[in-house]
């Protein structure tokens, strides 16, 4: 019969194995008796009789590995396409999931916006913020002081942050200022998790302020419903879109942020090439960015100077193309990035090549309260020069200056002058501003010409002496210092030497005499000054390093009892965390001229109010 199953006598386990290990036509699983039939061709289990054909057979081993392996692999690249197409969408949501460095309001604004500044932070940004946070709000006042905004918030708005807004707020919030000249078209865009919510927060604000007496309008553009305050000196505008919320001084600047999303190809500032070499140049681990449309700079300069201004001298704006600015939280403290990005060939011809400050620091004293070192200065001098004999009266200074001092500026001045040049300035009781306040000066300018220079110094130092004021020339380790002091107080006034074709001026005998003879400590060799540099690049063309624990110390110790109370209460709390702050810049080989300037936070060690003059 067709349809008969042959009978199959049963087996026990153990001849169930014997069986299979003696015969090799198994390799099909009977879905009843989970046997394993190695005959392809059979049609029933030779154990149980079940049809074996209604079941399909198992995959094998390396089979199915290799089917998981492609499923993960579809799987994988399915996650990435989608992350790829709809990140921004789910950054709405997972704000981790977009970078740092892309901002999404970008897309808001057109590609010549004149101004963009973003913030937008990811996790680490966050956690590093909150250290120099809880650094400052263990400190009483500045505590205080931040209720004090969160109050004042809460009473214009009528909202509580942790309720109201903490629930929909994004992490990023953008300006855009599409023209300098146009406030009306400036565009606040704050980015949303929530919309609902952010719409009951805007409906909650509403309701507050029209019981002052505010009134309101709603009306739709392109699908958007946008409020307006009426009646108002100052109108608001706001509306919801892409994730954002959209305030303005007008209807029309939310709209035309509508528009760039709206139109097909739009040129938005997110697709500008400058853009997108600035933003990329900057740190990608930032809390937020600024990006200035350089290419605007000479127009804006030329509206806002005097028209008698040579503004010819600007030329070399017209070379800059973007200047990127960012911030960011790090271990140390607060972090400033700059970028400018130049087109070479427009830049003077004549520009030299990138030098570094060397000389000028190993010079100044270990405890200079602030430095100043950089290059170039014969070079900037000179342009400067050339843009002063374009005016017409230029001949008739230059030829007054030279009767009466018999010092002409190009070929005394400028024939020797070289790049480097340093100014420091530290804590001295005999020093720059008298004894009252106990701070003296030391400059320095590299030399290529040491006779040239020696010169003039002598022609100054005959035109001080024929003035009535006193020198005195002295010799120290086989070095001229020559010192000059008031005639009636016979208080010192400055000093000059030379040392290693560096022309040393001081404000008192010991910083001249220790910087020529090299008998003090350098700044170099500070630690501080280490710590402050130890994370910028080596190779700068110009830097700057205040100690600002030494410079707080240093007037607070000057101010007198009545000063010092006004001081220890409204300004020492929020600057006794602050140690230095370093900054370096330099050209780099892509043609960018770049920038970073660190803030050094830490935690005041034993501050309390003991430390402070007075009481609460």
């Not at 078209?185 to 949303?192: K, N």
């Not at 919510?197 to 699908?223: I, N, P």
């Not at 030329?302 to 001298?313: A, I, R």
């Not at 620091?361 to 430095?371: Q, R, W």
Request: with cysteine; aromatic share 10%; hydrophobic share 40%.
């Amino acid at each position: 019969m067709r349809g008969h199953v042959p009978e199959v006598p049963e087996r026990s386990q153990e001849n169930k194995k014997l069986f299979l290990q003696e015969r090799s036509w198994f390799n099909v699983e009977c879905a009843k008796c989970n046997a394993t039939v190695e005959n392809k061709e059979a049609k029933f289990c030779p154990f149980c009789g079940t049809p074996l054909n209604e079941f399909a057979p198992p995959p094998s081993p390396s089979k199915s590995k290799k089917a998981i392996w492609i499923g993960l692999g579809v799987l994988t690249y399915l996650l990435l396409v989608i992350g790829f197409v709809a990140r921004e969408s789910l950054a709405q949501v997972l704000p981790f999931l977009s970078p740092s460095n892309s901002a999404r309001a970008a897309k808001l604004a057109p590609g010549n916006t004149d101004l963009f500044l973003v913030v937008n932070p990811n996790l680490d940004q966050v956690k590093n913020f909150a250290r120099i946070r809880d650094i400052y709000l263990s400190i009483p006042e500045v505590k205080d002081a931040f209720d004090d905004l969160r109050r004042d918030f809460e009473d214009e708005f009528g909202l509580d942050f942790n309720e109201d807004v903490k629930p929909w707020l994004g992490r990023e919030i953008a300006l855009i200022v599409p023209n300098y000249s146009h406030e009306e078209l400036y565009l606040l865009a704050v980015s949303t998790t929530n919309m609902k919510k952010a719409s009951a927060c805007l409906q909650k604000v509403r309701q507050h302020w029209e019981k002052e007496g505010m009134a309101f309008k709603d009306r739709t553009y392109q699908g958007v419903e946008i409020t307006v305050e009426t009646g108002g000196s100052s109108p608001v505008a706001y509306a919801l879109h892409e994730g954002f919320l959209l305030l303005a001084e007008s209807e029309e600047a939310i709209e035309k942020a509508i528009d760039m999303t709206r139109q097909k190809g739009a040129a938005t500032l997110a697709k500008n090439e400058n853009y997108k070499k600035v933003m990329k140049k900057l740190p990608a681990n930032r809390s937020g960015a600024c990006y200035i449309n350089a290419e605007n700079i000479p127009d804006i300069i030329k509206d806002e100077l005097n028209t008698d201004f040579p503004v010819e001298s600007l030329h070399h704006l017209e070379a800059y193309q973007g200047l990127g600015f960012s911030i960011s939280f790090t271990g140390e403290g607060v972090r400033f990035d700059y970028s400018l990005a130049y087109d070479k060939e427009k830049l003077p011809k004549d520009l030299p090549p990138p030098e570094k400050v060397e000389k000028t620091i190993t010079l100044a004293p270990e405890n200079s309260l602030v430095f100043i070192g950089g290059v170039h200065l014969n070079y900037v001098m000179e342009k400067i020069l050339e843009d002063i004999q374009k005016e017409p009266d230029f001949k008739d200074i230059d030829a007054e200056i030279e009767y009466n001092l018999g010092i002409d500026i190009e070929s005394d001045l400028l024939s020797w002058l070289g790049s480097e040049y340093g100014l420091a300035i530290v804590p001295d009781r005999d020093g720059l501003l008298g004894k009252e306040t106990h701070l003296g000066m030391l400059a320095m300018f590299s030399v290529k010409d040491i006779q040239k220079a020696k010169r003039l110094m002598d022609k100054i130092a005959d035109l001080l002496d024929e003035e009535g004021f006193v020198s005195d020339s002295v010799k120290v380790d086989g070095k001229n210092i020559k010192y000059f002091y008031d005639p009636y107080t016979e208080a010192f006034m400055l000093g000059y030497g030379f040392t290693d074709n560096i022309l040393v001026i001081g404000s008192s005998e010991n910083l001249v005499k220790e910087a020529v003879t090299g008998d003090g400590s350098s700044l170099a060799d500070s630690n501080t000054y280490k710590k402050a540099f130890a994370s910028l690049q080596p190779k700068y063309e110009g830097c700057i390093f205040i100690d600002v624990e030494r410079i707080v110390d240093t007037v607070r110790s000057n101010l007198d009892r009545l000063d010092r109370r006004s001081f220890d209460r409204e300004v020492y709390p929020f600057v006794k965390p602050l140690q230095a702050v370093s900054y370096r810049q330099a050209r780099t080989d892509d043609n960018f001229l770049s920038g970073t300037l660190v803030v050094f936070v830490e935690e005041p060690v034993n501050f309390s109010r003991k430390e402070l003059s007075y009481e609460l």
